[in-house]
C-alpha cells in the first residue's frame, strides 16, 4: 500500500484529512478511488491503515481502521553529523542514509570545508533535504522521517556531548579501532543514541580530532585501509552500526 505521513497521533475510527501535494499525489497522481487503503505514518513510530471516505475540493477525508507499532524502525537511533560536501552529494547521502535507518543529519561546517552557504542559503538546503528525507522515508517504508537539523560549525559542538550516548568520529589516520572492536569493548543498549562525525572531501584537521576527543569523548574510529570517499563513510558506518545491532534483519548475539 501507498505510504503518506501525518502531523497527528490518532486512534482506531478517527478521521484525518491529506491536503496539499500529499492530496495532490493520492487524487491525481495514483488515482486512489473511494474505500482505496494506504498506510498513514504518525511521525511517532505507529503505522495506520486508512481508508479514503471521500475527496472534497482541497482535502481527501480518511478513517483509520488499524493502528500498530512500527516494525521498520532501529530501536538503535544513529545520526550523522556529516562535513558539507560539493554539489548534490548530501542529497545522496541524505536518501541512502534514509534508506538504511538513520535518525537525522545535523549540516557540518569544519576547517576543510569547500562550500560555503549564506544563511538564505542554508535555509534552502535544509529544507530541500528534508524534502528527500521525506522522499525516501516514503519510498523504503519508513515510520518516522529523519529530522534535518540546523547547520553547526565544529568549532562549537559542546551540545552534542548532552544529547548523544556515544560519539563516534571516523578519521583515516585512525588504524586501530574499529566499528567492531568499540562494539565489542562497550555494552551498547539497544536503543543508544550514537552520533557519527564525518569529515568534508579534506577531511578534518588532527587539531579537530583532538578538539572531538576533549571536548565529547569521542571515540575515533577507522573503516579499513582504504580511505572512502566523504558520501561513503557515513553510509558505510551507519550500514556496519545497525548491523553490530541485528537491525538489518539479522539476529542478535
Same mark, same amino acid.
Not at 495514483?30 to 491503515?49: K, P
Not at 571516523?170 to 555494552?187: C, G, R, V, Y
Given at each position: 500500500m501507498h505510504r503518506f505521513f501525518i502531523d497527528q497521533s490518532t486512534e482506531i475510527g478517527k478521521k484525518v484529512f491529506i491536503s496539499g501535494n500529499d492530496y495532490n499525489h493520492l487524487k491525481n497522481s495514483? !488515482?486512489?478511488? @473511494?474505500? $482505496? !487503503?494506504?498506510? @498513514?505514518? $504518525?511521525?511517532?513510530?505507529?503505522?495506520?491503515?486508512a481508508e479514503i471516505i471521500t475527496y472534497q475540493t482541497e482535502s481527501a477525508e480518511l478513517k483509520i481502521l488499524t493502528k500498530e507499532k512500527s516494525k521498520v524502525e532501529p530501536k538503535i537511533k544513529v545520526w550523522l553529523a556529516q562535513g558539507l560536501p560539493k554539489k548534490s552529494k548530501m542529497d545522496l547521502i541524505v536518501e541512502k542514509a534514509t534508506e538504511i535507518g538513520f535518525s537525522g543529519l545535523i549540516p557540518l561546517e569544519s576547517k576543510r570545508t569547500i562550500v560555503k552557504y549564506n544563511q538564505k542559503k542554508k535555509a534552502k538546503k535544509r529544507s530541500r533535504w528534508q524534502r528527500v528525507a521525506e522522499a525516501a522515508a516514503k519510498q523504503s517504508g519508513r515510520a518516522v522521517i529523519p529530522k534535518i537539523k540546523n547547520f553547526c560549525n565544529s568549532n562549537n559542538i559542546k551540545s552534542f556531548k548532552e544529547k548523544f550516548d556515544y560519539v563516534l568520529v571516523?578519521?583515516?589516520?585512525?588504524?586501530?579501532?574499529?566499528?567492531?572492536?568499540?562494539?565489542?569493548?562497550?555494552?551498547i543498549a539497544a536503543e543508544a543514541k550514537i552520533l557519527l562525525i564525518i569529515g568534508p572531501e579534506g577531511g578534518f584537521?588532527?587539531?579537530?580530532?583532538?578538539?572531538?576527543?576533549?571536548?565529547?569523548?569521542a571515540e575515533i574510529i577507522t573503516l579499513g585501509p582504504r580511505i572512502l570517499r566523504t558520501e561513503t563513510a557515513g553510509i558505510v558506518a551507519l550500514t556496519a552500526i545497525l548491523s553490530e545491532k541485528g537491525e538489518l534483519g539479522d539476529e542478535n548475539d
Open positions: 495514483l !488515482r486512489l478511488d @473511494l474505500g $482505496d !487503503r494506504v498506510i @498513514l505514518s $504518525d511521525g511517532n513510530g505507529f503505522d495506520l491503515e571516523l578519521w583515516e589516520d585512525e588504524k586501530k579501532t574499529t566499528i567492531k572492536s568499540f562494539f565489542k569493548e562497550n555494552e584537521s588532527e587539531a579537530e580530532v583532538n578538539r572531538f576527543e576533549q571536548k565529547l569523548e
